[in-house]
């Protein structure tokens, strides 16, 4: 079975940080475009990072120069570490397998996600 | 930025009944959009991809099409396990985006 399992979340003052981790369980991490989703609570879905072999790495505007993507092959896990939080940055944080591929017509849909974990920014 | 607005954003409906969701894109995003169901709690699910194609395992009472800025979802006979939250997500370029999702509640 392939499963994703996200850990890392808590609660956090504002300008801290916080390192996310996504394990994949019958995933190879490396070999996959892989990706950040976040949602407020109540609100709707929004992306945040993708990144691939080869240090390739998208970000949403929002984020970009606070958070970076980063991948452990020796792990299998790939890593969202957050800096300078700030209280919109709020949400359950979910992992995902997808988001990119060779050229935009071959960009691969999030088919398995994790569970999620939840950060919370607040003083 | 591609923007993605979603019609309706709350749609009542009845088991056995036909309904269809609306997302429209923007800009043009050829075939380039998914569409999830999510359910509260838990992680959104794949339903379609490349806006008709049926990921594996779904009910084929769901269906997508469209193409360039306009595209559907709909649910041919809806069942109580299909009461959910929908949003559709364009995978065109970057940065992704998501629509604002559609909620599918029981008349």
């Known amino acids: 079975e392939e499963l994703l399992v996200e850990s890392g979340g808590g609660l956090i003052q504002p300008g801290g940080s916080l390192r996310l981790a996504c394990t994949g369980s019958?995933?190879?991490?490396?070999?996959?475009?892989m990706s950040w989703v976040r949602q407020a609570p109540g609100k709707g879905l929004e992306w945040v990072s993708v990144?691939?072999?080869?240090?390739?790495?998208h970000y949403t505007d929002s984020v970009k120069g606070r958070f970076t993507i980063s991948r452990d092959r020796s792990r299998n896990t790939l890593y969202l570490q957050m800096d300078k939080l700030r209280p919109a940055d709020t949400a359950f944080y979910f992992c995902?397998?997808?988001?990119?591929?060779?050229?935009?017509?071959?960009?691969?849909?999030?088919?398995?996600w994790g569970q999620g974990t939840m950060v919370t920014v607040s003083s | 930025d591609i923007q993605l607005t979603q019609s309706p954003s709350l749609l009542s409906a009845s088991v056995g009944d036909r309904v269809t969701i609306t997302c429209r894109a923007s800009?043009?995003?050829?075939?380039?959009l998914a569409w999830y169901q999510q359910k509260p709690g838990k992680a959104p699910k794949l339903l379609i991809h490349g806006a008709s194609s049926l990921q594996s395992g779904v009910p084929s009472r769901f269906s997508g099409s469209g193409s360039g800025t306009e595209f559907t979802l709909s649910i041919s006979s809806l069942q109580p396990e299909d009461f959910a939250t929908y949003y559709c997500?364009?995978?065109?370029?970057?940065?992704?985006?998501f629509g604002p999702g559609t909620k599918l509640e029981i008349k």
């Open positions: 997500q364009q995978l065109n370029w970057y940065p992704l985006s």
């Open positions: 995902a397998r997808g988001g990119g591929g060779p050229n935009p017509s071959n960009f691969a849909a999030f088919d398995i």
């Open positions: 800009q043009h995003i050829s075939v380039h």
């Open positions: 019958g995933i190879n991490i490396m070999a996959n475009y």
């Open positions: 990144t691939h072999d080869g240090g390739y790495s």
